[in-house]
């Protein structure tokens, strides 16, 4: 089996997930959401509030593109930025009242994404799948 084309079938898998992704958010009512996003949402839901940097470190960004997104998330009001209780220079990240109010819908489109995505693969091609997809990321540095 031919196996040059594996950078063009992850692109396509990523552009398809987006589609799916934009198209649940447009229809949930958050057209202002982009599926770049899901990452910082994620971190914040598992974590809370979180300095830029460990944000940035968390979701394998780096910081001016993090900016960027957290940004746009804070002009569409589901985050805000606070400062430390332990130290005024440093901002924290947080959700907002909207911020937390997306959680269920978050969950969902999440969960009906993955179902998508796996379909009825068996776990050990499920676990396969991740391993090599990992190993391909830590080759590429």
Wanted: aromatic content about 4%; proline content about 4%.
């Amino acid at each position: 089996m031919p196996t040059d084309h594996v950078v063009s079938l992850i692109s396509r898998v990523r552009e398809r997930a987006n589609a799916r992704i934009v198209a649940q958010l447009k229809r949930r009512g958050h057209p202002d959401l982009a599926p770049s996003h899901g990452a910082i949402l994620a971190t914040l839901y598992a974590g809370g509030p979180v300095p830029m940097g460990a944000l940035a470190r968390s979701i394998g960004r780096k910081k001016n593109t993090l900016t960027v997104l957290v940004r746009k998330l804070e002009s569409a009001g589901y985050v805000c930025r606070q400062a430390s209780p332990s130290d005024s220079r440093v901002a924290l990240i947080a959700l907002t009242a909207k911020g937390e109010g997306f959680r269920k819908d978050f969950q969902e489109i999440s969960d009906t994404l993955l179902a998508a995505v796996w379909g009825t693969m068996e776990d050990a091609s499920k676990e396969a799948l991740v391993v090599g997809l990992e190993r391909l990321l830590a080759n590429l540095g």
